[in-house]
């Protein structure tokens, strides 16, 4: 069954024991309640949710994006590159302290700022993996719900 979000009036098709779910719109990024008309409602007027179904196990054909494990995989490096670059931070004032002269840590300045480039990378690409995943899903539902009008 095909259901729009009410407020960008993105179509999405959803298997009918998601009735009366709350869903967030990947488009808008807003939530609404699937309801039983293909219609959207108004917001002035609020039309009372249909009583939501049992919960089924969602093995098959929910149309929710789900984020990609490679996104993960560059936020975590991301994330390890940011504790690095603060390791090599930290080591850099000990040097300094240590010796007692301020270029002693300098050594460490090319490390830090590949650690931190790297960062910037890792978190860069997790976003467009997102975004690319995000629109072949977006895509794969529109050919979908075109080639059930036909």
């Given at each position: 069954?095909?259901?729009?979000?009410?407020?960008?009036?993105?179509?999405?098709?959803?298997?009918?024991?998601?009735?009366?779910?709350?869903?967030?719109?990947?488009?808008?990024?807003?939530?609404?309640?699937?309801?039983?008309?293909?219609?959207?409602r108004?917001?002035?007027?609020?039309v009372?949710?249909?009583?939501?179904?049992?919960?089924?196990?969602?093995?098959?054909?929910?149309?929710?994006?789900?984020?990609?494990?490679?996104?993960?995989?560059?936020?975590?490096?991301?994330?390890?590159s940011?504790?690095?670059?603060?390791?090599?931070?930290?080591?850099?004032v000990?040097?300094s302290i240590?010796?007692?002269?301020?270029?002693?840590g300098?050594?460490?300045?090319?490390l830090?700022?590949?650690?931190?480039?790297?960062?910037?990378?890792m978190?860069?690409?997790?976003?467009?993996?997102k975004?690319i995943s995000?629109?072949?899903?977006?895509?794969r539902?529109?050919?979908?719900?075109?080639?059930?009008?036909?």
């Amino acid at each position: 069954m095909l259901t729009t979000c009410p407020f960008c009036k993105q179509t999405y098709e959803v298997e009918e024991q998601y009735l009366g779910r709350q869903i967030e719109c990947q488009k808008c990024k807003r939530e609404f309640t699937i309801g039983q008309s293909q219609e959207p409602r108004q917001e002035s007027s609020p039309v009372p949710p249909a009583p939501a179904p049992a919960p089924a196990p969602a093995k098959t054909g929910a149309a929710v994006f789900k984020v990609p494990l490679l996104t993960h995989i560059f936020n975590v490096f991301g994330g390890l590159s940011v504790a690095g670059t603060l390791f090599c931070i930290a080591g850099a004032v000990l040097m300094s302290i240590q010796k007692e002269n301020i270029f002693a840590g300098m050594s460490l300045l090319p490390l830090i700022f590949a650690t931190l480039l790297n960062a910037l990378i890792m978190f860069g690409l997790s976003e467009l993996v997102k975004a690319i995943s995000e629109t072949a899903f977006n895509t794969r539902q529109l050919l979908k719900i075109q080639s059930e009008k036909r």
